[in-house]
């Protein structure tokens, strides 16, 4: 089975419309979205009617939780924090309380599923080097797991350094970000992970990051929101 792993779309309806109609191009059925459906971007109800629609396996991410826990917007940074409190005001109350019953972690098979680090998911702690997935790997009983909220692709190994996945060792698997990457490459990133032959593939692509971008401006965001998604970072 081919599953598309899906997170960090943040509002960006342009650049989720181009990820799923890569996924259906492809013939993948199965779709795991990681969290943050929302924050950042113009388009919070447009993007969680899609994923709704697109998927039944939906995670909750830490911008996710904020709209409806209102104390953990004093842990963003001022212009996260503008997104969340206008986003919180943008919402459907259905949306809402869709957003109230995510989990914050998903198995499925031989494979894990969290927006964050599988060591205490909600806390919503970072992997970035390799000592920080070393620190999880027992976290997790499967041979992956899927990962994103850093919004910077890339593969950790329990046992050496890795380009690609491979039966006989265990790994953390960041796929990247949908709506606002942050590795210097505007274009979408997500990832493909095949069960049964254990490969994986990150897919990149162009989207309409220029309409994406001035949404952001007309909604009144800030305008360093809008500039980001131009760069990537």
């Not at 989990?103 to 894990?112: A, I, Q, R, S, W």
């Amino acid at each position: 089975m081919r599953i598309a792993i899906i997170s960090d779309i943040h509002s960006n309806f342009e650049a989720l419309t181009r990820t799923l109609e890569i996924i259906d191009s492809k013939n993948i059925r199965e779709i795991v979205c990681l969290g943050d459906i929302i924050g950042y971007g113009a388009n919070p109800n447009e993007c969680l009617s899609l994923i709704r629609k697109s998927t039944q396996h939906v995670l909750l991410g830490n911008h996710d939780e904020a709209v409806f826990h209102s104390a953990m917007v004093y842990n963003f940074n001022r212009h996260a924090r503008s997104a969340v409190l206008w986003t919180s005001k943008q919402l459907t109350n259905d949306g809402m309380d869709f957003l109230r019953t995510l989990p914050v972690k998903l198995e499925l098979g031989d494979t894990f599923f969290t927006h964050a680090s599988p060591h205490s998911p909600q806390e919503w702690n970072y992997i970035l080097t390799t000592d920080d997935a070393e620190a999880n790997m027992s976290h997790f009983s499967q041979s992956i797991c899927f990962v994103g909220h850093s919004h910077i692709p890339g593969i950790f190994c329990d046992k050496k350094e890795v380009s690609h996945v491979e039966r006989g060792s265990k790994f953390i698997v960041n796929v990247g970000s949908v709506g606002q990457p942050r590795d210097h490459d505007n274009r979408l990133s997500f990832g493909i992970f095949d069960t049964e032959s254990f490969t994986y593939e990150n897919i990149r692509s162009e989207y309409d990051v220029k309409k994406a971008s001035e949404k952001i401006l007309h909604a009144g965001l800030p305008p360093s929101l809008a500039e980001r998604i131009l760069v990537g970072n």
